[in-house]
């Protein structure tokens, strides 16, 4: 069973940045997609940024909108989210997870990691 562990949540300011991390006990191309997701207290788990591993396009949600950007690091089995612009809007708990299916459905991922929160706040 794959393990995922987040790490890089912190207390920033609006406009600022942050680079998120995701370490897997092995390799995530195991697994046909990746992502990156949000939650808030009282609100559905929402898709940040997915990628099939084994390429093909990136999928990001709308409110992404160029400011998040995803990178991996295979030898490592570790996933980046570079997070710019933040906004207030973006203070959730940030989880990883993987996918048997080439999907952005947030249902068919099915190995979480615990997540790191992001606050953001003037």
């Known amino acids: 069973q794959l393990q995922l562990v987040e790490s890089g949540g912190a207390s920033v300011r609006p406009g600022e940045s942050l680079r998120l991390s995701c370490v897997a006990s092995g390799p995530i191309w195991d697994y046909a997609a990746f992502g990156w997701f949000r939650q808030v207290p009282g609100k559905e788990r929402e898709r940040v940024i997915t990628?099939?591993?084994?390429?093909?396009?990136?999928e990001a949600a709308d409110f992404v909108k160029g400011r998040f950007t995803i990178s991996r690091d295979d030898a490592k089995n570790t996933v980046f989210l570079q997070m710019n612009s933040l906004t207030p809007e973006d203070t959730a708990v940030y989880f990883c997870?993987?996918?048997?299916?080439?999907?952005?459905?947030?249902?068919?991922?099915?190995?979480w990691g615990p997540g790191t929160q992001v606050t953001v706040s003037s």
């Open positions: 990628f099939a591993t084994f390429g093909g396009d990136t």
């Open positions: 997870a993987v996918s048997p299916y080439n999907t952005v459905v947030v249902a068919l991922y099915n190995y």
